[in-house]
């Protein structure tokens, strides 16, 4: 059974730095991609970042310049650096697992950036 497991939100001040970790068990081997998805209250899920077993990386608009994505193939772990907060990055951010077709996702662990 796959279980995909994130940890790291919480409340950060504009400006402020936040790093949000996953880890996803339950297959043999790594999963093909991993990355990070994220939904605001009242707006669809987007793309925050990936990252794919050949180092293919995706990053989300909003993302560029400003996170970084990095994972351990071995261990399926993946982590989001996230620098230079604002107000637009609170939602709740979701950890991704993909071992083609399969897709797997975390229970999401929420990012709010307020005074």
């Known amino acids: 059974q796959v279980q995909v497991v994130e940890s790291g939100g919480g409340l950060v001040q504009p400006g402020g730095s936040l790093r949000l970790s996953c880890a996803a068990s339950g297959i043999t081997g790594s999963f093909d991609v991993m990355g990070w998805y994220r939904q605001a209250p009242g707006k669809q899920r987007e793309l925050v970042a990936t990252l794919t077993t050949n180092n293919f990386y995706d990053y989300g608009d909003s993302a560029k310049g400003r996170f970084t994505i990095s994972r351990d193939e071995t261990k399926n772990t993946v982590h989001l650096q996230m620098n230079s907060l604002n107000h637009e990055d609170t939602a709740v951010y979701y950890c991704?697992?993909?071992?083609?077709?399969?897709?797997?996702w975390g229970q999401g662990t929420p990012v709010t950036v307020s005074t």
């Open positions: 991704y697992a993909r071992l083609w077709p399969m897709e797997y």
